[in-house]
């Protein structure tokens, strides 16, 4: 099947200016060189530690920001360099959801005003019927009708993220990034809103790039899942395998580090030393290997450590670092 | 279940906060205990009064909106309540150390770390400043931070949020304290981070054989590092209990939702998670009686008598609500 969304080798760099004329004297490689698809209907979870990349990659696709290089193609079009102007029909078709309700909602506006905004942007009916749209979506999303004539600070953090759902699909769009959308939420408000977006995966077709750092939660709600660290995609592979087998040395820690809510698994974790290392000038060879200080590091400097297919639409970084020997076989013949 | 005296024995706690609809109470009769050496786990949702509780024991309410109303925090023998506040001062950062959330905003910006660090010992024990810079390098080290020497030199914004934490933890633990209160303290770090943070703590816990009073809204960190957990809704105490007791044997209706709701490893994917319906209610809203019948839609006297606090099984306290209290088959 055709994908809906296929990100090829997209990077997304900033400059870091200094020194006296604020020449540029580095770069934050915030994405550096990632590929990725989603099909229709389709949910790819996107999961990796604070500053990895994860939400800046989210930004690139929706056009918040300009892609340094790669490409983005979306429902067959190539919209890694559409203008402003010219993205604004594909917007309709393509919404987002962000992590803090609050901040995402104009406050100065009714809630009916923010879930009719879209509609209006993009001229869809008249006010009569636009009228009755916001109505339905309110129901839809699980809110009372009288909802509409209220301002988002009278609703609480569940609330608001159902008010944010409601206006990300008032256009039909084909695909939502949702950003961490149910981080700020209480456990028993997020199961809620997980649900909620569940049934309108299914009922319309939705595809979601969900990007979150509970990886319990990504479990649950995604088909696919990348393991993102330091601007690069290391581990791809469906759900469930990539939960039960992981073959990156990185996706095991992660794993490792869930605090599980069963006091009889107290585990034995694998606890990574120190924090994720910058994304200005990152290490020259293996990002990860450099963190663990792996022996092998120095071979990696200059080594292509692109994504090999380890079995059927499990892929994983070729680094011997990061791979048990055998995979490392494999994935260097692959 | 050891008859040994507890080190914290907070009893009936009310604590209300002023405000113009009234006075509100936030908690409401709250009592447990904590032992010497044990990790007590305070979990629930946002506003269940988790915080102002630890904020009522260490004494920092707002002011002056909040005021504890009625109760005892008794702490080594004498009740905290009634403490002078030069005695309080004494007892934070001394006897008790503190743990925030957010480690941005327990530290101050313009001061390095080293200073603030060393005034947790100008404070409270009788070193010279120079005494205090070498114990205060100790103490980074003992948090495990690489380098320690060149790190007391740096100001907060140079250091990542685990870092941060880091020493956080080391100037709650600085004057060698008998109870830490945590107060959500791995929430806003990474899965990483956060495990080698409660790893560290618990590694520290064990060296120096303090109590730690966790408060925490994420099941999965009480499942892995508490003694004991408080289940707390609205205010109340609705559950206590053993922390294994608690996730094999929830008796109240809050706690299993909570246990539910949460997506596992091992639920099925895209499956349809157990919520718990609608929401917690206003403080000026709440009920006398079972406040999760007031949330799930219940009529009738249950809302209007608190249901009691019962031990069911040795050490496992519930409240009773005839529709919220379940003994499992």
Redesign the interface.
């Known amino acids: 099947m055709e994908p809906l969304l296929s990100v090829r080798d997209l990077k997304m760099h900033f400059p870091v200016r200094g020194g006296l004329f604020l020449k540029s004297i580095g770069a934050v490689r915030a994405v550096d060189g990632v590929s990725l698809d989603i099909a229709p209907g389709e949910t790819v979870g996107l999961v990796g530690?604070?500053g990895c990349g994860k939400s800046t990659l989210g930004k690139a696709i929706v056009r918040l920001s300009n892609p340094t290089s790669g490409s983005i193609v979306f429902n067959g079009r190539d919209i890694t360099s559409l203008g402003r102007h010219a993205m604004r029909p594909l917007r309709s078709d393509l919404q987002m959801i962000f992590q803090d309700p609050v901040e995402s909602l104009n406050s100065r506006l009714s809630v009916r005003q923010i879930i009719e905004e879209p509609l209006v942007i993009h001229s869809r009916g008249n006010s009569a019927w636009r009228r009755q749209r916001v109505d339905e979506l309110l129901e839809r999303v699980g809110l009372p009708k009288s909802a509409a004539e209220r301002y988002p600070f009278e609703f609480?953090?569940?609330q608001r993220q159902r008010i944010g759902i409601a206006r990300a699909i008032a256009l039909e769009p084909k695909l939502i990034i949702c950003d961490e959308p149910v981080s700020a939420l209480?456990?028993?408000?997020?199961?809620?809103v997980?649900?909620l977006l569940?049934e309108l995966q299914q009922e319309m077709g939705l595809s979601y790039l969900f990007i979150a750092?509970d990886?319990?939660?990504v479990?649950?709600?995604?088909?696919r899942v990348a393991v993102m660290y330091l601007g690069k995609i290391v581990e791809l592979a469906d759900?469930?395998t990539i939960?039960q087998n992981p073959r990156h040395a990185y996706t095991r820690?992660?794993l490792?580090?869930?605090?599980?809510?069963?006091?009889?698994?107290?585990k034995k974790?694998i606890?990574?030393e120190?924090?994720?290392p910058s994304p200005i000038n990152p290490p020259a060879g293996s990002a990860f290997g450099h963190r663990i200080g792996h022996p092998r590091y120095e071979e990696t400097i200059g080594m292509d450590l692109g994504l090999a297919e380890l079995e059927p639409g499990h892929w994983v970084a070729a680094d011997p670092c990061c791979l048990t020997p055998e995979d490392w076989e494999k994935a260097r013949n692959s | 279940m050891s008859d040994e005296e507890p080190l914290l024995e907070v009893r009936n706690l009310i604590t209300a906060f002023d405000t113009d609809a009234g006075l509100l109470r936030a908690v409401d009769q709250v009592s447990f205990e904590v032992k010497r050496g044990r990790t007590l786990g305070i979990v629930g949702?946002?506003g269940c009064g988790k915080s102002v509780t630890a904020m009522s024991i260490i004494r920092l309410l707002p002011q002056p909106m909040g005021k504890v109303l009625q109760g005892q925090v008794m702490f080594k023998g004498r009740d905290l309540l009634k403490a002078t506040d030069p005695e309080m001062r004494k007892v934070r950062g001394g006897e008790i150390g503190v743990i925030f959330q957010e480690p941005m905003t327990a530290l101050n910006p313009v001061q390095r770390i080293g200073k603030q660090l060393s005034e947790c010992f100008l404070l409270h024990t009788k070193m010279s400043r120079k005494e205090a810079w070498e114990a205060s390098i100790e103490m980074l080290r003992l948090v495990r931070i690489?380098a320690p020497e060149q790190r007391i030199g740096d100001y907060p914004h140079q250091l990542?949020?685990?870092?941060r934490q880091r020493v956080v933890i080391a100037m709650a633990l600085a004057c060698k304290p008998d109870l830490v209160i945590a107060d959500e303290p791995t929430t806003a770090l990474?899965?990483?981070?956060?495990?080698?943070i409660?790893?560290l703590m618990k590694q520290l816990q064990k060296e120096m054989g303090m109590s730690v009073i966790l408060i925490t809204?994420?099941?999965?960190?009480?499942?892995?590092t508490c003694d004991e957990v408080v289940v707390m809704y609205a205010g109340r105490v609705v559950e206590r209990a053993p922390?294994?007791e608690l996730?094999e044997r929830p008796l109240h209706a809050y706690t299993r939702?909570?246990?539910n709701?949460?997506?596992?490893?091992d639920?099925p994917?895209?499956?349809?998670?157990?919520?718990?319906p609608g929401?917690v209610a206003g403080l000026a809203d709440l009920v006398p009686g079972c406040r999760f019948c007031q949330r799930m839609g219940r009529e009738g006297p249950v809302l209007r008598e608190r249901p009691m606090f019962e031990e069911i099984h040795p050490g496992h306290w519930v409240e009773t609500c005839p529709n919220c209290f379940e003994e499992p088959a």
Do not use: C
């Open positions: 530690e604070s609480s953090g569940g209480d456990v028993s408000v997020q199961s809620q997980l649900n569940l750092h990886l319990a939660v479990k649950h709600i995604s088909d759900a469930d939960y820690a992660l490792s580090a869930i605090p599980e809510p069963d006091p009889r698994l107290r974790r606890l990574l120190g924090d994720v | 949702e946002s690489p990542s949020g685990g870092m990474d899965v990483t981070v956060q495990a080698q409660l790893d809204h994420d099941l999965g960190v009480i499942a892995e922390v294994a996730f939702g909570l246990l709701s949460m997506p596992k490893l639920t994917r895209k499956s349809v998670l157990p919520t718990i929401m």
